[in-house]
């Protein structure tokens, strides 16, 4: 299978995937018989969700249709299977060895600045450009780890390890 044929493939299953959690989260029982405000329904979350992997989903699609000499510029050429190793591996270390090791945000911050190098970074690209991926992975990772950090404290009242 091609990698276009599998980006496809996975934006249909994804598709399915966010417009369940859409209705899905839609059909939850309502709280308000309990006085509760209509805003904070437990389906919120599972709604908002579908709907953004929806949108994700429908990019994917669209993007798969991209001109072939785009994508062979990746750097990266372990193909699906080396890239899904990556993945795991990156998942792996960031669930089972900096997450509780680590406060959350470093964790968060290491794991998202591994990941996004890991395929991001111009191995062939000269120094300018290999300076600029790592400037980007930091601002993103700082990011996304003060982000997620303040969502899940402020917002969903978590306690992060």
Same mark, same amino acid.
């Given at each position: 299978?091609?990698?276009?044929?599998?980006?496809?493939?996975?934006?249909?299953?994804?598709?399915?995937?966010?417009?369940?959690?859409?209705?899905?989260?839609?059909?939850?029982?309502?709280?308000?018989?309990?006085?509760?405000?209509?805003?904070?329904?437990?389906?919120?979350?599972?709604?908002?969700?579908?709907?953004?992997?929806?949108?994700?989903?429908?990019?994917?699609?669209?993007?798969?249709?991209?001109?072939?000499?785009?994508? /062979?510029? %990746? &750097?990266?050429?372990? !193909?699906?299977?080396?890239?899904? $190793?990556?993945?795991?591996?990156?998942?792996? +270390?960031?669930?089972?060895?900096?997450?509780?090791?680590?406060?959350?945000?470093?964790?968060?911050?290491?794991?998202?600045?591994?990941?996004?190098?890991?395929?991001?970074?111009?191995?062939?690209?000269?120094?300018?450009?290999?300076?600029?991926?790592?400037? /980007?992975? %930091? &601002?993103?990772?700082? !990011?996304?780890?003060?982000?997620? $950090?303040?969502?899940?404290?402020?917002?969903? +009242?978590?306690?992060?390890?």
């Amino acid at each position: 299978m091609r990698m276009a044929q599998a980006d496809r493939l996975t934006a249909v299953l994804l598709l399915v995937l966010g417009l369940a959690l859409l209705v899905g989260g839609y059909t939850m029982d309502r709280l308000e018989i309990r006085q509760i405000h209509p805003a904070s329904i437990p389906g919120l979350v599972p709604m908002i969700l579908g709907v953004l992997l929806s949108i994700c989903a429908i990019l994917l699609y669209r993007t798969s249709y991209a001109d072939v000499e785009r994508n /062979a510029a %990746l &750097v990266f050429t372990g !193909g699906s299977w080396g890239r899904l $190793a990556t993945t795991a591996v990156i998942c792996t +270390l960031y669930a089972l060895g900096l997450v509780g090791w680590l406060p959350y945000f470093w964790a968060t911050f290491i794991f998202t600045l591994c990941f996004t190098l890991a395929f991001s970074f111009p191995l062939g690209g000269d120094r300018r450009a290999q300076a600029i991926s790592v400037a /980007a992975g %930091l &601002v993103l990772a700082f !990011g996304v780890a003060l982000g997620s $950090a303040l969502l899940f404290e402020k917002l969903f +009242l978590v306690r992060l390890p």
